[in-house]
């Protein structure tokens, strides 16, 4: 019985040490994983560098933004489509039709819309949500302003004039400029398009 009781004691004291050497085990496992999270974090945070975009349009002004991946790729895309169409080109009277400025315009609304449709919600977190921000603050008061006060009254104008007999000699930009408010018109355009071209430098710091 003697014998017994001592296997049993041994049994149980080799099982207990079991215990505390997988306690142990797990304890160092779940130190070294969190060191390891840590560095990467450490590591990616230093690769993802803050940018400081100084932006004019709709006075928007200063803002600082972490740049990523996420951030790089919608920052890369709002790029090309500005950078592609007449609202990233500087304005010459000689050489641009105002109505197919305004068409371009226009469509970049619809493109930026569906860029902005196409972030993961799961994805969002406060960089790409200060990104959108600056999207939708550059079409609402950036160009929107412009596009209200201008464009209806100027595309009935130009409608009648093109099909005015006297007109058909002339060129789109000789018609244009017929324009009662032209001048003015051609200011405001001016200053907004100025304003986008600065706008898509600064974006280009994104990606």
Same mark, same amino acid.
């Given at each position: 019985?003697?014998?017994?009781?001592?296997?049993n004691s041994i049994?149980?004291?080799?099982?207990?040490?079991?215990?505390?050497?997988?306690?142990?085990?797990?304890?160092?496992?779940?130190?070294?994983?969190?060191?390891i999270y840590g560095?990467?974090?450490?590591?990616?945070?230093?690769?993802?560098?803050?940018? =400081?975009?100084?932006?004019?349009?709709?006075?928007?002004?200063?803002?600082?933004?972490?740049?990523?991946?996420?951030?790089?790729?919608?920052?890369? /895309?709002?790029?090309?489509?500005?950078?592609?169409?007449?609202?990233?080109?500087?304005?010459?009277?000689? /050489?641009?039709?105002?109505?197919?400025?305004?068409?371009s315009w226009y469509?970049?609304?619809?493109?930026?819309?569906?860029?902005?449709?196409?972030?993961?919600?799961?994805?969002?977190?406060?960089?790409?949500?200060?990104?959108?921000?600056?999207?939708?603050?550059?079409?609402?008061?950036?160009?929107?302003?412009?596009?209200? /006060?201008?464009?209806?009254?100027?595309?009935?104008?130009?409608?009648?004039?093109?099909?005015?007999?006297?007109? &058909?000699?002339?060129?789109?930009?000789?018609? &244009?400029?017929?324009?009662?408010?032209?001048?003015?018109?051609?200011?405001?355009?001016?200053? =907004?398009?100025? &304003?986008?071209? &600065?706008?898509?430098?600064?974006? /280009?710091?994104?990606?």
């Amino acid at each position: 019985m003697d014998i017994l009781k001592y296997l049993n004691s041994i049994s149980i004291t080799v099982t207990l040490d079991n215990i505390i050497v997988a306690s142990i085990l797990i304890i160092l496992i779940v130190i070294v994983i969190y060191f390891i999270y840590g560095t990467i974090k450490f590591f990616l945070k230093k690769k993802f560098k803050i940018v =400081t975009m100084n932006i004019n349009i709709a006075n928007i002004g200063s803002v600082s933004i972490e740049k990523n991946r996420d951030i790089s790729k919608i920052a890369h /895309k709002a790029w090309v489509e500005i950078m592609t169409r007449k609202v990233g080109l500087l304005f010459e009277e000689d /050489k641009d039709v105002i109505v197919e400025v305004y068409n371009s315009w226009y469509a970049l609304f619809g493109i930026i819309r569906e860029l902005l449709k196409e972030i993961e919600p799961r994805k969002k977190d406060t960089e790409i949500e200060k990104l959108e921000d600056i999207l939708i603050k550059t079409l609402n008061y950036g160009l929107r302003p412009h596009l209200t /006060k201008w464009q209806a009254k100027f595309r009935r104008w130009y409608k009648q004039e093109i099909g005015i007999g006297e007109n &058909q000699k002339l060129s789109p930009q000789e018609i &244009q400029r017929k324009y009662d408010k032209y001048d003015e018109l051609v200011e405001d355009l001016k200053k =907004t398009n100025k &304003q986008m071209v &600065q706008f898509a430098e600064e974006l /280009k710091k994104l990606i």
